[in-house]
């Protein structure tokens, strides 16, 4: 059985469309539980030799260990950068509710959200 831990996978992107977009797939296909888009930041980055200042948005995405793979692989399908941003980071502590409701949502990979 895949590892049912919660992780949060942070992906930017270039507007909220994209990343709601992106989020409903995710969501629809049981890869995660929940994606939060935040509007508004900017990015100050390096590519191509440059510095760059750029407004982009960010996606906060709640899946399992288990399905952290195929949520990277699924971003990169759908995603229109080069490179995008993924990065995933392990949930130390949180309400055993909502740990556990995530756990439910997401599938895993196994047709159902059982934990």
């Known amino acids: 059985m895949p590892e049912r831990s919660v992780r949060i996978v ?3 992107g270039p507007d909220a469309e994209t990343l709601q977009s992106m989020g409903r797939v ?3 296909e049981g890869l995660a539980a ?3 888009v935040f509007p508004g ?3 100050v980055y ?3 030799g440059e510095t760059r200042v750029e ?3 960010m996606a906060m995405i709640k899946t399992t260990e288990g399905c952290v793979q195929a949520v990277r692989l699924r971003v990169a399908d759908l995603h229109p950068y080069d490179v995008p941003e993924f990065v995933a ?3 130390a502590e949180g309400s055993p509710a909502y ?5 439910e949502s997401v599938t895993d990979g196994s047709g159902d959200g059982e934990a």
């Open 55 to 57: 407004p982009e948005c």
């Open 10 to 12: 942070f992906v930017s």
């Open 26 to 28: 995710l969501v629809e």
């Open 99 to 103: 740990l556990r409701w995530v756990r």
């Open 41 to 43: 930041i900017t990015s």
């Open 46 to 48: 390096r590519w191509e």
């Open 89 to 91: 980071v392990k949930v």
């Open 34 to 36: 929940c994606v939060n």
